[in-house]
């Protein structure tokens, strides 16, 4: 195997200077609460005083117990009509006493003093929304632009402005008919309300109470004792020191020497891009020759950092809407699990450095992000994708709801943030297109763009089944052994399709040069020397590049043509030309001017290839025979120095050989023979 040696190009390290420039331009400037404590447990820390005002805020628990109290009252608004009482009186001037007239006065009396405080209209809300109304008889009353609150005690209902108007009546008439007397003056009808009851208002006026809740309640002063040396932190001292950090981290400015402050981002700053280097070398270090993807994985680091550090300083509480898992899915469409697994599990780190509640956030999409890769193997097409962020959005709530267990039940209740969760699940569907674009960006292909590739109805695998029929069942053939060595060792199955597919499309520019493709009775090769024979072979890897070229495969692509016969040699040819007396040093013309395979993938197409090509050679398909074959061919490659460069284990390469044999076993197979039905006599 080739000795691993850390990059020497300076176009290697130059990104990785800009990203730690990046980190550290956006590492936090204020000093952080670096006190650790719990509910429940005792405060091991020496005893905390306030260095400065507080004001003491309100837990989320709170919060939603005062929304509650604030939606189930509303408070009704009136708005004062003045004309109407100058209306009424007038009524009251014209209206035809008789001999009664003496009791004008004292209507107008009472009639004044009931507008001066106000008769309210009747109201039309439905029966079980009354109860929320007037819940402390309360009332707004909007007089001259201004709205007063007031107690609906201190003003008329259209009833009791009746009743007393009714009284005042029968005080001055006593023993007359009062009910013909106000009948006939039609005094019945003389109140009209003048607090005329605003719906729309009265909604805008209980959404802004709800909204408008303070936050805190009450103020802590500076010198006050929060918490001793060994006291239990109890809901009363955590809710202090949840306020305190809050005004810590957001206020307090740092009043050391700077100097030292750089020194930590720095050391910090540098630290982060050291561990993302070194687990690129650790896991694949040939990604720092594939410097496209190279750079993409460094963009999709900067990105996760950026990210935390704009919400940690606009609204924390955004960490719950940003669909991190996306860093999962965004690596895993262009690169494998486990160096995916590890390059997100770094991308996590800054929340670490910018959140309050850091290691909460980090567990909780470590552990969706992880699933997240698990289940999207499995639903990534079309709407199951919202599968995927359902199962997301479920892991996140379990471990966040974990959290708030710690804390007591009733952290539960805070339903806003499984409202964020969800939206941020939804999200991860609605920005996974943008995956598209990074592909153009960075040139990379994607495991939705080889499947695409795969499909066999495309133009030029439909030219490759029109004019070379052989090669094309051949192709498909390899395609298939090549799936199930890949799956059995944890490759690329999307890629190695995709290039067994390809890897002999060179063959369409000549496709009665080989076997599989001749027409009955014709020998292509009959008046061709061996020389010319394996140069006329060996042609149709240059050809298959022309072709990729042309149709724009991708790099992917092209690179199983140039490696799928390394370095080899045409061996019929060979073999035939030494056996005729050929010179041994003039043999240059019989090997394949090549690429040896570096790639797992591009290992198991060549060994695939080789042996469904001379499998077809067999006249006896016994297990021993094919094991044998299969045992020949890549003992033969290895011996030949094709595998010196790629990256396989030993271990490896063994299940890919006990996986070709079994998949041909099973290809050739013996068939029952079906008995002749005799003749009926």
């Given at each position: 195997m080739e000795k691993v040696n850390f990059p020497r190009k300076f176009k290697v390290y130059l990104p990785l200077v800009l990203l730690f420039f990046l980190v550290l331009a956006i590492m936090p400037r204020n000093p952080k609460f670096s006190y650790d404590y719990k509910k429940g447990s005792p405060w091991m820390y020496e005893t905390l005083i306030s260095q400065f005002d507080f004001p003491i805020l309100k837990t989320e628990l709170q919060m939603q117990q005062e929304r509650d109290r604030a939606g189930s009252a509303v408070i009704p608004y009136y708005r004062l009509d003045a004309g109407v009482a100058s209306e009424v009186g007038k009524r009251i001037s014209g209206m035809e006493l008789g001999v009664h007239s003496y009791m004008r006065r004292?209507?107008?009396?009472?009639?004044?003093?009931?507008?001066?405080?106000?008769?309210?209209?009747?109201?039309?809300?439905?029966?079980?929304?009354?109860?929320?109304?007037?819940?402390e008889n309360l009332i707004f009353i909007q007089k001259d632009r201004r709205a007063v609150k007031v107690s609906s005690a201190e003003v008329y209902t259209l009833e009791l402005a009746n009743s007393l108007l009714r009284k005042t009546v029968e005080e001055c008439c006593a023993g007359c008919n009062v009910d013909s007397l106000i009948s006939a003056t039609s005094m019945n009808t003389l109140i009209v309300p003048d607090l005329i009851?605003?719906?729309?208002?009265?909604?805008?006026?209980?959404?802004?109470m709800v909204d408008n809740i303070s936050g805190t309640q009450g103020v802590a002063r500076a010198g006050q004792v929060i918490v001793s040396n060994g006291e239990i932190v109890t809901a009363e001292i955590e809710q202090l020191l949840d306020s305190y950090r809050e005004e810590y981290d957001s206020s307090v400015g740092y009043d050391g020497n700077t100097a030292w402050q750089w020194l930590g981002n720095i050391i910090i700053a540098f630290s982060l891009v050291l561990i993302l280097f070194l687990?690129?070398?650790?896991?694949?270090?040939r990604i720092f020759a594939q410097y496209n993807k190279y750079l993409y994985l460094l963009m999709i680091f900067a990105l996760s950092v950026i990210a935390s550090s704009i919400v940690a300083r606009t609204d924390p509480d955004l960490f719950y809407l940003v669909p991190f898992t996306l860093i999962a899915l965004y690596l895993l469409a262009f690169f494998k699990k486990r160096l995916v697994f590890i390059v997100y599990v770094i991308s996590l780190l800054p929340m670490l450095l910018f959140a309050a509640n850091g290691m909460e956030l980090f567990i909780m999409y470590l552990t969706a992000g992880a699933v997240c890769m698990l289940v999207f193997s499995y639903f990534n097409r079309g709407?199951?994708?919202?599968?995927?962020?359902?199962?997301?959005?479920?892991?996140?709530?379990?471990?966040?709801?974990?959290?708030?267990?710690?804390?007591?039940?009733d952290g539960l209740k805070t339903y806003h943030t499984v409202i964020d969760m969800a939206l941020g699940s939804l999200l991860s569907v609605a920005c996974y297109p943008l995956i598209f674009l990074f592909e153009k960006m960075f040139r990379l292909v994607s495991n939705s763009k080889l499947v695409e590739l795969s499909d066999t109805s495309n133009k030029l695998l439909r030219l490759l089944a029109d004019q070379a029929p052989g090669t094309f069942q051949h192709s498909l053939q390899v395609m298939n052994i090549a799936d199930a060595a890949a799956r059995s060792i944890d490759a690329n199955v999307p890629l190695i399709r995709a290039g067994a597919l390809y890897h002999d499309i060179g063959k369409i520019a000549n496709p009665q040069?080989?076997?599989e493709n001749e027409n009955p009775g014709v020998n292509y090769h009959a008046s061709l020397s061996p020389k010319e024979s394996a140069q006329e072979i060996i042609r149709h890897v240059a050809d298959g590049l022309a072709l990729a070229e042309k149709y724009n495969l991708p790099d992917v692509i092209k690179d199983f043509i140039r490696t799928h016969h390394g370095t080899t040699c045409t061996g019929y040819f060979y073999a035939k030309y030494l056996n005729a007396g050929g010179d041994p040093d003039d043999v240059a013309d019989f090997y394949y001017d090549g690429v040896k395979p570096t790639e797992k993938e591009q290992v198991i197409l060549m060994l695939c290839d080789a042996v469904e090509a001379a499998s077809r050679s067999l006249k006896d398909y016994s297990p021993e025979n094919v094991s044998a074959l299969v045992d020949r061919i890549i003992d033969g490659k290895a011996d030949a120095g094709q595998l010196a460069d790629a990256d396989i284990s030993l271990k490896e390469l063994n299940i890919v050989r006990e996986v070709i044999?079994?998949?041909?076993?099973?290809?050739?197979?013996?068939?029952?023979?079906?008995?002749?039905?005799?003749?009926?006599?």
């Open positions: 004292n209507v107008a009396d009472v009639v004044g003093q009931i507008y001066s405080k106000g008769v309210l209209s009747p109201r039309t809300e439905l029966p079980e929304d009354q109860e929320r109304y007037g819940t009851y605003d719906q729309q208002i009265t909604d805008l006026v209980h959404e802004e687990s690129i070398y650790y896991c694949n270090y709407w199951l994708q919202f599968v995927t962020a359902l199962i997301v959005f479920a892991v996140m709530v379990l471990v966040w709801s974990a959290f708030r267990l710690i804390d007591g039940p040069c080989f076997t044999k079994s998949y041909l076993q099973q290809m050739y197979h013996s068939r029952v023979v079906y008995p002749r039905r005799r003749a009926r006599k």
